[in-house]
């Protein structure tokens, strides 16, 4: 039963256009949701997250969106950069008491 | 920020050994470090919590016989992967909470590619 749920498993953008990057949970329980970038033979590199008490939080061009209604959560990038293409994680915890959960992840290709 | 290191990168061993992989919190004292594996494609999954100086804790369907851990200081937890078989070949990555912290405040380290033949 998968707690964090990212459907799409990649995704193609022009440069320059807004890439949205789309997650799902069902653990109520949640209320820290993350997201992390992934390049190939690397760990994950924490980008933005947001506590359940927001609706939106900004840095520079990611932006992360909640709907706490919808347990669903998105990730905003824009203007989309060829260095931008990597696989994005979207993890969620619980009060920070407990191991992230991880989705499958979404790789992103931004094209020039 | 802070730094995780592993050790090493990639490893390439047979059947029947083991293997062990290094995991160093470099600028702080970890706690609290986590182990994950991904399978190409997949998701990271969790496979066990190492707290220091305490047992770690396995989740479900992770032999802890088999992959063994131990966070003997506050900057160094190692993973044994013992009698490896070529199922066991993944991506290894470990992370750590800075003291204090909340476990959604993970630095993760490079990873380990280990490929059992």
């Known amino acids: 039963d998968q707690q964090v749920k990212q459907n799409s498993p990649s995704l193609s953008v022009q440069e320059g256009r807004i890439s949205i990057l789309n997650c799902d949970y069902t653990?109520?329980?949640?209320?820290?949701f993350l997201w992390y970038k992934k390049y190939p033979a690397e760990g994950p590199t924490f980008l933005i997250s947001?506590?359940?008490?927001?609706d939106k939080n900004e840095d520079g061009r990611f932006t992360v969106f909640l709907n706490k209604s919808a347990k669903h959560l998105s990730l905003h990038i824009v203007p989309s950069q060829p260095g931008d293409s990597a696989v994005y994680f979207c993890?969620?915890?619980?009060?920070?008491?407990?191991?992230?959960?991880f989705g499958k992840g979404t790789r992103l290709s931004v094209i020039a | 920020g802070a730094v995780v290191s592993q050790h090493p990168s990639r490893v390439i061993c047979k059947s029947g050994t083991s293997v062990k992989i290094e995991c160093r919190s470099l600028?702080?004292?970890?706690?609290?470090m986590f182990w994950y594996r991904q399978f190409p494609k997949q998701s990271l999954m969790l496979m066990a919590t190492?707290?220091?100086?305490?047992?770690?804790?396995?989740e479900q369907g992770v032999e802890k016989d088999k992959f063994l851990i131990n966070h003997a200081s506050l900057t160094l937890s190692t993973l044994t992967v013992t009698s490896a078989h070529p199922e066991d070949s993944s991506f290894y990555i470990c992370?750590?909470?800075?003291?204090?912290?909340?476990?959604?405040?993970?630095?993760f380290g490079p990873g380990t590619r280990l490929t059992v033949l």
């Open positions: 653990n109520s329980m949640f209320d820290y």
């Open positions: 993890a969620a915890s619980n009060s920070g008491n407990t191991p992230l959960v």
């Open positions: 600028d702080f004292q970890a706690t609290t």
């Open positions: 992370s750590a909470s800075l003291p204090g912290g909340a476990y959604n405040e993970q630095f």
């Open positions: 190492s707290n220091e100086g305490s047992k770690a804790t396995y």
């Open positions: 947001i506590s359940s008490i927001k």
